[in-house]
């Protein structure tokens, strides 16, 4: 059964593909329509009038004036002040030489408008010039005895002024909208910028904390226990390629390997503990509960709170027991403790601070501080459900 197509639905095709034309065809196809309108029946005489001397039949010149006050809409955009010049010097000798009204003389609304929305030199200048010049003309008009009163004229002038205004209006929306757009892309791309250094924190701090620990430990043992220091090696090797995984993998590079096995999870939280202590640190690791269905948000951030938790241990408590305890139900409660010296966030505002911003963003909570009889615990809470 298929469903009913809304007429808007209909036009929103024809809607795009009008958009995709040019200012030259969109503007052209007004300035034809409103020529049209006058010579179209009904609507023909239905235009402006300033000075109420009708006394002269339209001739050839007349036609020419008719046409000069709506075919140069067609550059209304692209030349907005050559537009309104053109049209109010052909509307002014149209009311002077006495021809009947036109519509076309509805142009010079239009003109006005656009001088208001799209002028972007020279405004000033342009709306100084377009006030002398009404003047000039209305003092003319007066000068060949027009029955209008002086208040008629500045009311006609007001309601000009007023198209122009609203034009300056719709401006300045047009500009309000585009710099909250503006703002709003500068936002995305610092949040995209923050997260980015997050992640290439969190990959590449705790891997080459490792890789380092291992080659010092290297240096110590490669004269007396020489198959300690190649299985070292082969951990850095080993460490090494798996920084390699996770930065495709972050990076969207896409390769063989399938997306499942090298993307930071809660299943690989065994992997990442068993990294650590191949690089010295005593880790022990225990997990509590069901594992629940988590948003891949949800289940980034457990992995970058252990992550973090062990990284710290190893650069300020190398060698000290860690425990890491992982209980899984509603939300899932990480504490990772240190024996050893207190760790202290990192001072470049990324670590265990950067990473109480990533626990908020999926609606959890992060604390991290020394513990009374010494150490050092991180303690985080992340609900398994939708982020925020």
């Known amino acids: 059964m298929t469903g009913k197509v809304a007429p808007l639905d209909r036009l929103r095709p024809i809607g795009t593909w009008w958009r995709g034309r040019g200012l030259t065809v969109r ?71 006495g021809y009947p009204a036109t519509f076309a003389s509805e142009g010079l609304i239009i003109a006005l408008y656009s001088a208001g929305a799209h002028q972007e030199r020279a405004r000033r200048t342009l709306a100084v010039a377009g006030t002398i010049a009404y003047a000039a003309l209305a003092v ?37 909208e585009a710099g909250r757009r503006r703002r709003a892309a500068d936002s995305a791309i610092a949040a995209e910028r923050a997260r980015i250094a997050r992640e290439l924190h969190d990959v590449v701090t705790h891997h080459v904390t490792t890789m380092v620990a291992q080659a ?21 090797g080993d460490t090494g390629r798996r920084t390699l995984a996770e930065l495709r993998y972050f990076l969207g590079v896409l390769d063989s390997v399938p997306d499942a096995e090298r993307a930071p999870s809660v299943a690989r939280l065994s992997d990442l503990v068993e990294s650590t202590r191949s690089a010295g640190q005593p880790v022990e690791l225990t997990e509590e509960g069901e594992r629940q269905p988590m948003t891949s948000g949800a289940e980034l951030a457990v992995y970058r709170v252990v992550q973090e938790a062990l990284t710290n241990a190893l650069k300020h408590a190398a060698g000290y027991p860690t425990v ?49 009889d010494g150490g050092f615990t991180v303690h985080a809470r992340i609900p398994v459900g939708s982020e925020r």
Do not use: K
């Open 216 to 236: 010092d430990a290297a240096q110590f043992v490669i004269a007396d226990e020489p198959g300690r220091a190649t299985s070292g090696l082969a951990t850095i």
């Open 140 to 176: 003319a008009l007066r000068a060949q005895g027009s029955s209008e009163m002086p208040v008629a004229f500045f009311t006609f002038y007001l309601f000009l002024a007023g198209c122009c205004a609203v034009g300056v209006w719709m401006r300045a929306r047009a500009r309000q």
């Open 324 to 372: 890491v305890r992982v209980r899984y139900g509603a939300d899932v409660d990480i504490e990772v403790s240190t024996d050893g010296p207190v760790v202290t966030a990192s001072r470049d505002g990324r670590g265990l601070t950067g990473l109480r911003e990533r626990v908020s963003v999926v609606g959890g909570e992060l604390r991290a501080g020394g513990r009374p």
């Open 27 to 97: 503007d052209g196809a007004l300035a034809t329509v409103f020529a049209l309108l006058a010579f179209a029946p009904g609507v023909a005489h239905e235009g402006m009038i300033l000075a109420y001397n009708n006394h002269r039949a339209l001739d050839p010149f007349g036609l020419a004036l008719l046409f000069a006050q709506c075919l140069p809409l067609v550059a209304r955009r692209r030349r907005p002040a050559w537009c309104l010049a053109l049209i109010f010097v052909a509307f002014g000798l149209h009311e002077l030489l």
